[in-house]
């Protein structure tokens, strides 16, 4: 499967071509640690405002205390330290868009812990973004998250930015730079290999062009106030 580069906007705009006969489109996009997902998800967000809601893979991390005592915290983010059957019962719930309100958890990066009932989706949103790693293995029960997206994408970045990328990060969240390179060569990049061997279930490969900003064509987000009336 070929690699094309592709701009937020223009993204965004293939996302709106196939919602525009659906009462829902599911988006995923996945991709290796480091690879950009949630800034794209972030950018597609912002660019269809009103019309779609981001619900992060990550909200559905297993606590710190609950990988303490199932003796998995040395791996937290390998695909066994997450809730995945809890992840695809909230897509189904989704899919099925039977409820006014489904709230979705997220995950923050400060606290190294999932926040429960941190998004709102409404019934009337369009257009549920969801990212992460793991969306496209093909082993149970992730599996069963490509049965539910629409559009299925998997991000590509260059190897040695990913790695840097991922370096700053989690040195900005307290770790020394050399404890953050051994985490990004150790468990960050067995996870990428397994995620990376996942790419031909996406439809489509992409990688950003970042030469166009992701502002253009924004639509403002209203409130909760204003989507639940």
């Known amino acids: 499967m070929m690699t094309a580069a592709f701009t937020a906007a223009e993204l965004a705009d293939d996302i709106r071509r196939a919602a525009a006969d659906r009462q829902r489109l599911i988006v995923g996009i996945a991709g290796a640690p480091g690879a950009g997902k949630s800034t794209l998800a972030d950018q597609l967000d912002a660019l269809l405002g009103y019309d779609a809601v981001l619900v992060p893979m990550d909200g559905f991390h297993l606590s710190n205390r ?26 189904r719930r989704l899919r099925q868009q039977t409820e006014d309100v489904v709230y979705a958890p997220t995950f923050r990066r400060d606290l190294e812990e999932p926040i429960a009932a941190s998004v709102a989706v409404f019934r009337q949103t369009p257009i549920v973004i ?3 790693n793991y969306l496209l293995l093909d082993a149970q029960p992730w599996s069963e998250v490509r049965e539910v997206l629409d559009l299925a ?3 590509e970045v260059d190897h040695n930015t990913r790695i840097d990328r991922l370096v700053a990060r989690h040195h900005a969240y307290g770790k020394t730079v050399q404890a953050a390179r051994d985490r990004v060569e150790g468990s960050d990049e067995r996870n990428a290999i397994l995620v990376r061997d996942s790419r031909d279930r996406a439809d489509r490969i992409v990688c950003i062009d970042a030469t166009t900003g992701p502002e253009a064509g924004r639509q403002p987000k209203p409130d909760a106030a204003v989507q639940s009336s």
């Open 66 to 91: 609950v990988l303490a005592d199932l003796g998995r915290q040395q791996r937290k983010g390998a695909p066994d330290t997450f809730d995945a059957c809890g992840y695809v019962a909230l897509l």
């Open 130 to 132: 969801t990212e992460g």
């Open 153 to 155: 994408w998997f991000l």
